[in-house]
């Protein structure tokens, strides 16, 4: 079955950098487009980015261009979120999710890890 | 961005009774091309990610219990829950992905 398990998160202070992954099995990661979303109390759910399925194409919320870069690695089935400058305001649960596919439309996000906290105080 | 709006924010239901949570979008979702709204329902519990219940605004993720249904076309959505149960306590989540993702703003369900 699907398994998506991030790891990576912590605790870390105003402008420095962390790096999450996202350990993905029991499909054809090579195939899928996979994204980054996060979750805190007060702003609920939050898109963060996006990678096409072989890397070509790579989208991000405002907030966060040119401070996070999302990459992957097809090789290791694994997503990565170079997160960068970090601000108080990212700190929140990350999420990886893969992208659904059926009957050549997208279905949305059909599976979610379960999720790394990133701490962002000084 | 395409901004989805949902009521209530929480509501209280019985057991054994319909629930039903609205989600409006501030343009239309509606892929002319194949005729699908893209849309999705999410169940979160506490400490879990989000499910995926429902996309393309009415189809059934598989395995999610057929008391769970959605509706809806253009900009306005609904799920409904047609029974009820006790397992169902959660935050009911609403997403586009006809643009740039976004969520609505969550509908805690309670028992009453």
């Known amino acids: 079955q699907v398994q998506l398990v991030e790891s990576g998160g912590g605790v870390v202070q105003p402008g420095r950098s962390l790096r999450l992954s996202c350990a993905a099995s029991?499909?054809?990661?090579?195939?899928?487009?996979m994204h980054w979303v996060r979750q805190t109390p007060g702003k609920g759910l939050e898109w963060v980015a996006t990678?096409?399925?072989?890397?070509?194409?790579?989208y991000y919320t405002d907030s966060v261009k040119g401070r996070f870069t999302i990459s992957r690695d097809n090789s290791r089935d694994t997503l990565y979120l170079q997160m960068n400058g970090l601000r108080a305001e990212d700190t929140a649960l990350y999420y990886c999710?893969?992208?659904?596919?059926?009957?050549?439309?997208?279905?949305?996000?059909?599976?979610w890890g379960q999720g790394a906290l990133v701490t962002v105080s000084s | 961005d395409i901004v989805m709006t949902q009521s209530p924010d929480s509501l209280a239901v019985s057991l054994g009774e319909r629930a039903t949570i609205n989600c409006k979008s501030s343009?239309?979702?509606?892929?002319?091309?194949?005729?699908?709204?893209?849309v999705s329902w999410f169940q979160q519990k506490p400490g879990q990610p989000p499910k995926l219940l429902i996309y393309?605004?009415?189809t059934r993720e598989s395995g999610v219990p057929d008391r769970f249904s959605g509706s809806g076309s253009g900009t306005d959505f609904t799920l409904t829950i047609s029974s009820l149960q006790a397992e169902d306590v959660a935050v009911y989540y609403c997403?586009?992905?006809?643009?740039?993702?976004?969520f609505g703003q969550g509908t805690k369900l309670e028992i009453k």
């Open positions: 999710a893969k992208d659904g596919w059926e009957a050549a439309a997208p279905k949305g996000f059909d599976h």
């Open positions: 029991g499909f054809t990661f090579s195939s899928y487009t």
């Open positions: 990678i096409w399925f072989d890397g070509s194409n790579k």
């Open positions: 343009q239309t979702i509606l892929y002319r091309s194949n005729n699908k709204n893209y």
């Open positions: 393309w605004a009415s």
């Open positions: 997403q586009q992905y006809f643009s740039t993702p976004t």
